[in-house]
């Protein structure tokens, strides 16, 4: 599903060596969290992922798709098959929540039959249908994430990357979406989640991928975060 091998990212404005020989394999249906402190180069590694910034060396397959030699044109395809959950929601303000969903089926071209029977569907799982003829900024913070993770799995992706998904949330409502995120891998996806938040790493024993100064530096089944916040 997604495969590194010794990839560096290099930022050529600053010269900033953002990761360095980051190897790794996570396979359909992993459950992954991905840990470091700020600035250890996590961004950097989820932007490669969905090809908003392309590694200096090294090889990324993603899905189906080899990112040394993807094509702008097939950006987009890559992209259908990975769901992004984004710790400031970037919703829509002005479209309702069904709309805001809708518009990820909208823009890969999705029938408007095929809209009507899914957008719901996506809604009751991230349980929302009540909300349907809201708009973001009649919701609450826990409610927007619950939006975006719809939103994110609306096209049923085969790869969810969720960056910091319970970054601004109150404890309850943040073990909330994280319960959803894992009902959504139980669902088949495979997760990737960047986060700092070490109760969860710790007390759910899924792997842990450990990036410092650019370096994978754990690589452990049933891991625990490993850091003080």
Same mark, same amino acid.
């Given at each position: 599903?997604?495969?590194?091998?010794?990839?560096?990212?290099?930022?050529?404005?600053?010269?900033? %060596?953002? &990761?360095?020989?980051? +190897?790794?394999?996570?396979?359909?249906?992993?459950?992954?969290?991905? @840990? /470091?402190? !700020?600035?250890?180069?996590?961004?950097?590694?989820?932007?490669?992922?969905?090809?908003?910034?392309?590694?200096?060396?090294?090889?990324?397959?993603?899905?189906?798709?080899?990112?040394?030699?993807?094509?702008?044109?097939?950006?987009?395809?890559?992209?259908?098959?990975?769901?992004?959950?984004?710790?400031?929601? %970037?919703? &829509?303000?002005?479209? +309702?929540?069904?709309?805001?969903?809708?518009?990820?089926?909208?823009? @890969? /071209?999705? !029938?408007?039959?095929?809209?009507?029977?899914?957008?719901?569907?996506?809604?009751?799982?991230?349980?929302?249908?009540?909300?349907?003829?809201?708009?973001?900024?009649?919701?609450?913070?826990?409610?927007?994430?619950?939006?975006?993770?719809?939103?994110?799995?609306?096209?049923?992706?085969?790869?969810?990357?969720?960056?910091?998904?319970?970054?601004?949330?109150?404890?309850?409502?943040?073990?909330?979406?994280?319960?959803?995120?894992?009902?959504?891998?139980?669902?088949?996806?495979?997760?990737?989640?960047?986060?700092?938040?070490?109760?969860?790493?710790?007390?759910?024993?899924?792997?842990?991928?450990?990036?410092?100064?650019?370096?994978?530096?754990?690589?452990?089944?049933?891991?625990?975060?490993?850091?003080?916040?």
């Amino acid at each position: 599903m997604i495969d590194f091998k010794n990839v560096s990212k290099i930022y050529e404005d600053n010269g900033v %060596r953002a &990761l360095n020989d980051v +190897t790794f394999h996570i396979d359909k249906g992993e459950f992954v969290f991905l @840990v /470091g402190q !700020s600035g250890a180069g996590k961004s950097t590694l989820t932007k490669l992922i969905i090809h908003e910034e392309v590694q200096t060396s090294g090889e990324i397959h993603v899905d189906k798709f080899d990112m040394k030699t993807l094509k702008n044109k097939d950006v987009p395809y890559l992209r259908r098959s990975i769901g992004m959950v984004f710790q400031d929601y %970037r919703l &829509l303000p002005k479209k +309702t929540v069904y709309e805001n969903v809708a518009f990820a089926m909208q823009i @890969v /071209g999705a !029938s408007k039959r095929e809209i009507r029977r899914q957008v719901p569907n996506m809604l009751s799982l991230v349980g929302l249908s009540h909300k349907a003829k809201s708009y973001p900024g009649q919701l609450s913070g826990g409610e927007q994430q619950r939006v975006s993770l719809a939103r994110a799995m609306v096209n049923n992706p085969p790869i969810i990357v969720a960056d910091e998904p319970t970054g601004n949330l109150d404890p309850e409502t943040a073990a909330e979406i994280m319960q959803l995120l894992v009902d959504i891998n139980h669902r088949g996806a495979t997760m990737l989640v960047a986060t700092h938040a070490k109760e969860f790493v710790d007390s759910m024993k899924k792997r842990v991928l450990a990036i410092e100064d650019g370096r994978l530096v754990r690589d452990e089944e049933e891991g625990a975060y490993g850091y003080e916040n």
